[in-house]
C-alpha cells in the first residue's frame, strides 16, 4: 500500500505575511457558509476570498466553478486544518497551487503575529502581537533586558520567548481592562513566572454582583508607575470601556487597550451600565485630549 501524497501546508503566520506582502494569494474556506459566522479570514479584499463546502466541492465536475483563479495561489481552510487537506490535494490534482491552512480556524484564531514596533527612547524593543482572528493586541516592551507584557492571550509562551531571545527576563504582566472578547493569559502568566500581575482594582470584581474578584493583582491605580530597566511605565485610568480601563504610558507611546482606538472608542455597553459608562467615557476622552500630547502613538 502507497502512501498518500504529502499534502503542502501553510502556517497562519505565512498567510498573514503572505497577505500583508501584497502577494495576491486566494483563500477557500470549505466550511458550510454558516460557520463564517464564527470568524473567517477577513484580511484579503473580498474577490480574493471563497466558500464552498467542501462536500459540494469534491462534487463538482469542473473546479472553475468554485471562481478561484487557476493563475494564483490559494490557501484551502477548514475547521482544525484536516477536511481541507482533502479539498488541497484535489486542487492540486486539477493543477492549482494549493496549500492547506495548518491547523484551520482554529489555529487562526489562535495565533499572534508579531510586528516589531519603533520604541520610544525609553525601551529597546517594543514588539506587538496581533491576534488578527479575534482583532486583539498584545505587547512586549524591553528596557535594559527587563520585561514587562501587556494584554497576552491564554497562550502566553510565545511572548515570554521572544523576551529571552531579546535577552529579556519577564519581570512583570499588565492588562489594560478585563476583557470580554478572550480570556487573559496574565493571572496563569503572573502566577507561572512568579512576578506581578498589575491590573486596576475595579476591574477586579464582578461586575454585575459587585462582588469582589479572586485576582491576585498588584494594583494598578491612577498615577502608578511600573518600573521596566530604565523605562518608568505610569498608569492613566480612563474607565468607559471598563470600570478600570487604564492606558499605560511611556515616551511618546499611549497603550489604550480598548478604550482608544485609531478614529473610534471603545465600547460602554458591555455591563448594562451604558448611561453611567458612556458618561465615563466621555469623561476619559476628554482628559485624554489635554494629558496627551497631539503626536501619541496609540
Not at 477536511?83 to 489562535?110: D, V
Not at 462582588?211 to 494594583?219: A, C, F, N
Not at 470600570?243 to 504610558?249: H, I, K, P, V
Request: aromatic content about 6%; overall charge negative.
Amino acid at each position: 500500500m502507497t502512501d498518500p501524497v504529502r499534502v503542502s501546508e501553510i502556517t497562519p503566520e505565512e498567510l498573514i505575511e503572505s497577505i500583508e506582502t501584497g502577494d495576491e494569494i486566494q483563500v477557500l474556506d470549505v466550511r458550510a457558509p454558516h460557520r463564517l459566522a464564527d470568524g473567517h479570514i477577513d484580511l484579503l479584499p473580498e474577490d480574493r476570498f471563497f466558500n464552498m463546502a467542501g462536500s459540494q466541492v469534491v462534487a463538482l465536475q469542473d473546479l472553475g466553478e468554485i471562481g478561484i483563479d487557476k493563475g494564483r495561489p490559494v490557501a484551502v481552510v477548514c475547521g482544525h486544518g484536516n477536511s481541507s487537506k482533502n479539498i488541497t490535494r484535489l486542487l492540486g490534482e486539477g493543477g492549482y497551487e494549493a496549500r492547506s491552512l495548518r491547523g484551520g480556524m482554529a489555529a487562526w484564531l489562535m495565533c499572534a503575529y508579531p510586528r516589531t514596533l519603533p520604541a520610544p527612547a525609553e525601551l529597546d524593543h517594543l514588539v506587538q502581537y496581533d491576534r488578527v482572528g479575534k482583532g486583539s493586541l498584545a505587547y512586549l516592551l524591553i528596557s535594559d533586558g527587563e520585561a514587562l507584557i501587556v494584554d497576552p492571550a491564554r497562550n502566553w509562551q510565545p511572548y515570554v520567548d521572544r523576551a529571552a531571545d531579546l535577552g529579556a527576563k519577564v519581570i512583570g504582566v499588565a492588562d489594560t481592562h478585563v476583557h470580554a472578547d478572550y480570556i487573559s493569559g496574565a493571572s496563569d502568566l503572573a502566577s507561572t513566572l512568579n512576578v506581578a500581575y498589575y491590573l486596576h482594582p475595579a476591574d477586579n470584581r464582578h461586575v454585575y454582583e459587585g462582588t469582589p474578584g479572586k485576582l491576585e493583582i498588584s494594583q494598578l491605580e491612577d498615577g502608578t508607575t511600573i518600573t521596566v530597566g530604565r523605562a518608568a511605565i505610569r498608569a492613566f485610568h480612563t474607565p468607559g470601556h471598563t470600570e478600570g480601563s487604564t492606558t499605560l504610558l511611556v515616551g511618546d507611546a499611549a497603550f489604550t487597550g480598548d478604550f482608544l482606538f485609531v478614529k473610534a472608542l471603545g465600547r460602554p455597553d458591555l455591563a448594562g451600565k451604558v448611561d453611567e459608562w458612556t458618561a465615563l467615557l466621555w469623561k476619559s476622552v476628554q482628559a485624554a485630549k489635554e494629558t496627551l500630547p497631539p503626536d501619541t502613538m496609540i
